[in-house]
């Protein structure tokens, strides 16, 4: 791997590596500028490192010390954050699912919401580029939206718990496809196919899940960036004509600074604004790009509510992947709904410790009502929805008064779920309630407190006034300063971001290159 | 009907009986090698602190006698000791290592205001008492400061002990799950399909069939 000197301003650092980062860092090196790119969290080698472990794997999320409140506080660490290079992508759930056209246009189209500025028509190109970048396994034609090509990949078979849902749909009358997911169903390289363990969430130790670890950043590598793993960023450097000079990053027990003639961030939806704030100087007393106000604010998660079952049959939903099986149906469908939004639900396949956990918090159950539920752990079956949640400057990020191991100050998360969003879950849990009676599951229950995924703090738009970044990432506020995740999107959809996220940085990498070209940088 | 009786639903079961086979890697046995030589005495807990959770662990995840227990104390022990943290937590409530000794002292402070004595010699059925008025939030001594009980309960101390338990061998074999799978995976994966190297119930009442195919699963 090519190293750079602290001392001499690279194009590009890059703060966090994951969707947003590790493929921006790959396609601007691809494109000849000199990247590094840094991540809090270790160089993981998964043959070597992972475990088949739910305790032992712990050790991919981001667990630092963060306050939740708000009168729906947010669970962290494992579900939603990562720190590892690869950052959440290492055990995301791999479900990688297209936005429908019309949520770049929310708010002139549907009526809520923000609009994107973005044309859905240029990032159908830029999903089909990291699909085939990712070997997404998917069907032949999907049920929704417009045309979109086959899949690199032919889809994974279907478990039983995938069969469930498959079943519910065809007894409701509703469509269904075999989920578009980045694990591997055929060779690729040296990585074998998916062999159907289990532990995705828990990371991947066959190389046959397509993270932004063993895509992105091997090649970005190759083409001569460097990942400088275990760095902490602490601040961003800003002079007085209003350009961003590097970052002070902590490795090896001290502060190090590296120079950069520009420097995005790409620490997801908490971290990138923390970042910014904590970067605030007497010229930006309200932290950086921070014209607007809106860093921090709309931030967004995904409702995550589930429907669980007992079948006769066994199921056994710990073999393969969690989420063989979708339907988008609610996604496309906007009639018979009393919310704005839309989401799909899929199958699920939790291991024993996060079986256990939510049959304690979710439903209240230890002794040995606990003990004798999970005996019937084989023959569980679920319905579990990816929801989208309105955006409200109230659900934000600030920072709190105490500090970190590295001295920062921490971030504290408040949320609070709107009407809509409750809306929206009720009428999810009712529906799936309803699947899982058709497929005769007993003993049927709800989980109604989950949540999914960090989006906005940081929103894309036209306005300066209302946006953080333009439409290539770029702030508003410091031209070299740009943000590449999760952070940018002003609305969320209700599918899985990631794709969405790795489509931006490609579009994004692109941009600057002809912005490069023309003397814009 | 399976049989209702706790450990009897896949007989001779026993997924470490794998552990030197194709599901195993060597990172994971080196990990559950750990796991299970885990030392019963506390590093982090004093010791009237690990009576309380010794006792409360046995009311939140109880064993049968017939067989050794997983010591689900000394395991939550050893994260906190390692200061293996969950990484948020509600304002008021501690960090976690500060969070247990806050909780454990209030319920300490509860159950000798309520009934005379420490909670670990305490009857079960007024352990278990206490516990359920903890997780509905009725414990509300003023030891418990900003901390609400019932979020102590369900974020810290029945989560840390469900998690132990369950990170466990003994609790896997238990409920029938395949365990630690790489790289071998599955291949039979739809209904009522199940690898040679997976836990068998007792179907139809059929005990010998169960425990024959546990017995050659490696």
């Not at chain 1, 952070?487 to 790795?502: A, E, K």
Request: charged share 25%; proline share 6%; glycine share 8%.
């Amino acid at each position: 791997m090519r190293q750079y000197r602290q001392s001499e301003p690279v194009d590009f650092v890059i703060v966090g590596t994951g969707a947003g980062g590790g493929t921006l860092a790959c396609r601007l090196a691809e494109h000849g500028f000199s990247v590094v790119a840094m991540d809090a969290g270790p160089y993981f080698r998964p043959l070597e490192d992972f475990a088949s472990d739910e305790s032992e794997q712990t050790k991919l999320y981001w667990t630092d010390d963060r306050i939740v409140d708000g009168a729906n506080p947010l669970q962290m660490g494992g579900n939603n954050s990562g720190k590892a290079v690869g950052g959440s992508t290492v055990h995301f759930a791999m479900v990688s699912l297209r936005f429908r056209p019309e949520w770049f246009k929310s708010r002139s189209l549907l009526g809520y919401g923000a609009d994107w500025p973005l044309d859905w028509r240029e990032m159908w190109r830029y999903y089909s580029e990291v699909e085939d970048a990712l070997k997404i396994a998917g069907p032949i034609t999907y049920p929704w939206g417009p045309h979109r090509p086959r899949y690199p990949y032919r889809a994974h078979e279907l478990n039983a718990a995938a069969r469930a849902l498959a079943d519910g749909c065809e007894a409701l009358g509703i469509q269904w496809t075999e989920t578009p997911i980045a694990t591997l169903s055929a060779p690729r390289g040296l990585a074998h196919p998916c062999v159907y363990r289990g532990f995705c969430t828990s990371g991947c130790s066959t190389n046959a899940k397509q993270s932004a670890l063993v895509t992105w950043i091997p090649r970005a590598i190759a083409a001569g960036a460097e990942i400088r793993d275990l760095a902490m960023v602490g601040r961003i450097e800003a002079d007085n004509s209003n350009l961003a000079t590097g970052v002070h990053y902590h490795r090896d027990g001290q502060w190090r600074f590296q120079r950069a003639r520009n420097v995005v961030v790409a620490g997801y939806a908490i971290e990138t604004p923390r970042l910014l704030l904590n970067s605030a100087t007497d010229r930006f007393p309200a932290g950086l790009a921070n014209s607007s106000g809106l860093v921090g604010k709309n931030l967004m998660v995904q409702s995550n509510q589930a429907v669980w079952g007992t079948m006769e049959r066994e199921v056994r939903s710990y073999k393969g992947p969690p989420s063989l099986a979708i339907t988008e149906h609610w996604n496309y469908e906007d009639k018979g709904k009393d919310f704005f939004g839309g989401y799909c639900y899929m199958s699920q396949g939790p291991l024993p410790q996060l079986w256990a956990n939510t049959l304690l918090s979710a439903r209240g159950l230890w002794g040995p009502h606990l003990i004798s539920e999970m005996e019937n752990y084989n023959h569980v079956v679920g319905l579990k929805i990816v929801g989208e949640m309105l955006p409200q400057e109230a659900n934000r990020v600030t920072l709190a008064d105490e500090t970190d191991q590295y001295g920062l100050r921490i971030p504290r998360i408040t949320y609070s779920w709107c009407d809509n969003d409750r809306r929206l879950i009720d009428h999810s849990l009712a529906f799936m309630t309803e699947a899982l009676e058709a497929v005769d599951a007993t003993d049927i229950w709800r989980q109604n407190d989950d949540t999914c995924h960090l989006n906005g703090t940081a929103r894309m738009g036209n306005d300066p006034l209302t946006s953080v970044v333009n439409a290539d990432c770029r702030s508003w506020d410091i031209r070299n300063l740009w943000i590449c995740d999760g952070s940018v999107f002003p609305t969320v959809g209700g599918v899985n971001p990631s794709l969405t996220i790795q489509a931006i940085a490609c579009r994004t990498a692109d941009r600057i290159k002809t912005m490069a070209r023309r003397g814009e940088l | 009907m399976p049989d209702s009786r706790p450990g009897t639903r896949f007989p001779g079961y026993d997924v470490l009986s794998k552990r030197q086979g194709p599901s195993w890697n060597e990172k994971t046995r080196e990990v559950i090698a750990k796991r299970l030589a885990t030392a019963s005495e506390p590093r982090f807990f004093t010791a009237d602190e690990f009576l309380t959770v010794v006792a409360a662990a046995s009311r939140i995840v109880p064993q049968p006698p017939t067989r050794r227990p997983v010591p689900i104390a000394a395991l939550v022990d050893r994260k906190l000791h390692l200061m293996q943290s969950d990484g948020y937590r509600l304002p008021g409530t501690p960090r976690d290592g500060e969070a247990w000794r806050l909780g454990l002292k209030a319920l300490d402070l509860e159950t000798r205001v309520a009934f005379g004595v420490p909670f670990h010699i305490l009857k079960e059925a007024d352990q278990d008492f206490l516990l359920a008025r903890m997780q509905s939030g009725e414990l509300r001594d003023p030891a418990w400061t900003d901390m609400a009980s019932d979020v102590f309960f369900r974020m810290r101390l029945a989560r840390d002990i469900v998690l132990a338990y369950y990170s466990h061998p003994t609790a896997w074999s238990e409920i029938g799950w395949g365990g630690p799978a790489s790289p071998r995976g599955y291949v039979r994966i739809d209904y009522d399909e199940r690898d040679p190297w997976e836990a068998a119930e007792v179907k139809g009442g059929n005990v010998v069939a169960a425990r024959r195919k546990n017995n050659r699963v490696r």
